[in-house]
C-alpha cells in the first residue's frame, strides 16, 4: 500500500476531530440541528486552518444519510464517497484555475438540475477570490436567489478582494491562526498513534514554523521524520529548519547589551559556520526584543516558557533602548534583500544596534545611565531650534513685552499724548483681547492715540472684521482696561507700521527658515536619516511661540 502524507492522512473527517476553531464549529452545528441553513457560507483565513476541510464536513453532514445532523456519521455511502472525492453531487472547483466567466457559466448550467445521489448539490469553490469580475456577475443572480436544492461553500484566503455584493449574500466564517501549544499537542498526538519517537523540543520548533497553520505543520512533521530517519529530535529540526539555538540568540543579546563589538562579531563568526538564514535569525532576535518589551512594560501578563532567560535583560535594557533594537531588526530584516551579502547585512545591523547607543562618541553600556537615543534627538532637535531662534534677526516690528504691573498683571506701555508710539501689541495682550476682538485688532496699527481718542489704521483686506459690534466691544475691552473711556475709530487702509499679524509672520518664516538650515546640518539628525532611511518634513518645524503674547 503507498504511504499516505500526514496533512492527507490526519485530516479530519468529523467536526468532532477539528483542532481549533470552536467559534466556527459551534455556530454550524447549532444551525444543522435547528436546521436552521443558509444558502451560501463563506470560510475566511490563512492557509492550512480549515477552511476546506470544514467546508467537506458540512457538505457530509448536508448529505448524511441519516438526515441532516450536526455531526455526520461517516460510515454511510454519501459520507465515505466525499471522503475519497467521488460524490457526484459536491463539485469542487479551484477558482485560482478556473477565473474567466465561460467557465463560470459552464459551471452553472447545471444549478437548475436535482441533485443526483444527495439531498442537496454543493458547489465548493476554492480562493473564490480569484474570479474574475465579471464571473462574479455571472454568479450573482444564482447566489442571490438559488435554487433550495443547491448549496454553495466559498474558501478564501483573501476575503477583502470579494465584492460586497457577493459577501452581503454569504454567512461569513473567519477562521483564526492555530496557537502553536495547540498545534504541538496536535503533533504530540500524531506520533504517539504512528509510534514516532519524538522530543518536545522539536515538536514545539516546527509548531512555531507552522506560523498557525495546521497543514504546514504536519507536512514539517513529514519532513523532520524523513530527516530525521524515522524520529523527531530538536537539534535536528532546527538544522533542518534553519533555526538558531535560543542560547546563540541569548549570547547575541547578551553582547550587545554589553556594546561589545568584538563579542558581537565573534558570535556571527560562530553562527556562520552553521550557514544560517541571517533573515531568520533577525526574526528571532525581533521576537525577543518583543517578549522583553513585554516583560517589562505588562508584568502581569501571563508568562512564557522562555520568559526565565529573557528577564535579566529586561531589568539590564532601558525600555527605550529594547524598542529601538526591535526597530533596527526590522529594518535590518528588509535591508537584507539589497545588501551585497547577507553576512554583512546582518553584521551592520548588529553592529547598528551598538552605534545607537553612543552618546556623542563614546561607547556607552546600554544598561548606563546616558539618556535613551529618542530622547537624545528631541532634545538637540529643541536645541538647534531654540539656537536658531536666537540666530534669527530682530525683525523691525517685533517689540518688547508688556513690563509687568506689582501684582504680576502685564501693564501696557504708557502712550504719550498726540504720539503714536504706543506699543499696540502688548495693548491688547495686557487688555486681554481675544476671538473677534483679537481678529480685528491683529490686522491694525496705530494711527495716533491721544488720552481719550485711539485712531487705527485697518489693512484694506480685513475690512470685513470691522463690524459695529466688534469695534464697540474692543472699545470698552480697552476702556475697562485702561480706567478712562477711550473712543476707538478704525479706517481702512495703508498702516503706517506692520500690524502684529504681518510683524508675528516675519518673525516666524525668519526662525522657521534658521531652524530648518541648523536641523539639516546637525549631525544628529543625518544620523536619525541614514539609520531608518527618514525624512526630514519642513513643514513640521514649527517656530516656539514667542512672537504670541
Known amino acids: 500500500m503507498s504511504y499516505r502524507v500526514l496533512a492527507v492522512k490526519w485530516r479530519p473527517r468529523r467536526f468532532a476531530d477539528l483542532v481549533g476553531q470552536p467559534h466556527v464549529v459551534t455556530a454550524l452545528m447549532n444551525s444543522l440541528a435547528a436546521g436552521r441553513l443558509h444558502h451560501a457560507y463563506l470560510f475566511a483565513g490563512t492557509r492550512g486552518v480549515g477552511k476546506t476541510t470544514i467546508a467537506r464536513i458540512l457538505a457530509k453532514a448536508l448529505n448524511c444519510e441519516t438526515g441532516i445532523v450536526a455531526e455526520p456519521c461517516g460510515t454511510c455511502s454519501a459520507c465515505t464517497s466525499i471522503d475519497e472525492g467521488r460524490f457526484v453531487d ?255 547585512g546582518f553584521e551592520m545591523t548588529l553592529l547598528r544596534m551598538i552605534a545607537f547607543q553612543l552618546d556623542d562618541g563614546a561607547a556607552s553600556s546600554v544598561g548606563s545611565a546616558s539618556a535613551p537615543i529618542a530622547q537624545r534627538v528631541a532634545t538637540r532637535v529643541a536645541s538647534t531650534t531654540a539656537v536658531a531662534a536666537k540666530a534669527a534677526p530682530t525683525d523691525v516690528a517685533t517689540r518688547p513685552a508688556a513690563s509687568a504691573s506689582p501684582n504680576g498683571a502685564p501693564r501696557a506701555a504708557a502712550a504719550p499724548a498726540g504720539t503714536s508710539d504706543l506699543d499696540w501689541d502688548a495693548l491688547i495682550h495686557a487688555a486681554g483681547i481675544t476671538g473677534a476682538m483679537r481678529n480685528l485688532a491683529d490686522h491694525c496699527a496705530v494711527k495716533s492715540a491721544e488720552p481719550h481718542r485711539l485712531e487705527l489704521v485697518l489693512t484694506r483686506d480685513k475690512t470685513d472684521f470691522n463690524t459695529d459690534h466688534v469695534r464697540s466691544r474692543l472699545q470698552r475691552a480697552l476702556s475697562e482696561h485702561l480706567g478712562r473711556e477711550i ?63
Do not use: W
Open 90 to 344: 459536491l463539485i469542487e472547483v479551484d477558482a485560482a484555475s478556473r477565473t474567466k466567466v465561460d467557465d463560470t457559466r459552464e459551471l452553472l448550467d447545471n444549478v437548475q438540475y436535482m441533485p443526483t445521489r444527495g439531498r442537496f448539490k454543493v458547489y465548493l469553490i476554492d480562493e473564490v477570490h480569484m474570479l474574475s469580475n465579471h464571473s462574479f456577475n455571472a454568479l450573482l443572480k444564482t447566489l442571490e436567489e438559488p435554487p433550495p436544492h443547491v448549496k454553495f461553500l466559498f474558501a478564501t484566503t483573501e476575503p477583502q478582494k470579494l465584492p460586497v455584493t457577493v459577501l452581503s449574500r454569504c454567512l461569513q466564517f473567519n477562521l483564526k491562526k492555530l496557537p502553536a501549544p495547540l498545534v504541538e499537542q496536535q503533533l504530540a498526538k500524531i506520533c504517539r498513534e504512528e509510534s514516532v519517537a519524538a522530543d518536545a523540543e522539536g515538536l514545539r520548533a516546527i509548531a512555531r514554523a507552522a506560523a498557525g497553520s495546521m497543514r504546514d505543520a504536519l507536512s514539517l512533521l513529514d519532513q523532520g521524520i524523513a530527516f530525521g530517519g524515522g524520529k523527531i529530535d530538536g537539534a535536528e529540526i532546527k538544522s533542518m529548519l534553519g533555526t538558531i539555538d535560543r542560547d546563540r540568540v541569548l549570547r547575541i543579546i547578551e553582547a550587545l547589551a554589553n556594546g561589545d563589538g568584538a563579542a558581537v562579531l565573534g558570535e556571527v563568526d560562530l553562527l556562520d559556520e552553521l550557514a544560517p538564514d541571517y533573515g531568520a535569525v533577525l526574526d528571532e532576535l525581533a521576537a525577543a526584543f518583543q517578549r522583553i518589551a513585554v516583560l517589562q512594560i505588562v508584568k502581569d501578563r501571563a508568562a512564557d516558557e522562555d520568559d526565565d532567560s529573557f528577564r535579566p535583560f529586561a531589568q539590564k535594557l532601558s525600555p527605550e533602548i529594547v524598542q529601538l533594537l526591535y526597530q533596527i531588526a526590522l529594518h535590518g530584516r528588509r535591508d537584507l534583500a539589497i545588501s551585497r551579502d547577507e553576512r554583512v
Open 487 to 549: 473712543r476707538l475709530v478704525i479706517a481702512a487702509g495703508e498702516p503706517p507700521r506692520p500690524t502684529p499679524a504681518e510683524a508675528r509672520r516675519a518673525s516666524e518664516s525668519e526662525r522657521v527658515r534658521v531652524a530648518r538650515e541648523a536641523l539639516e546640518k546637525d549631525p544628529t539628525i543625518k544620523a536619525v536619516q541614514a539609520a531608518f532611511d527618514a525624512v526630514l518634513e519642513p513643514d513640521s518645524i514649527q517656530p516656539t511661540q514667542q512672537g504670541k503674547r
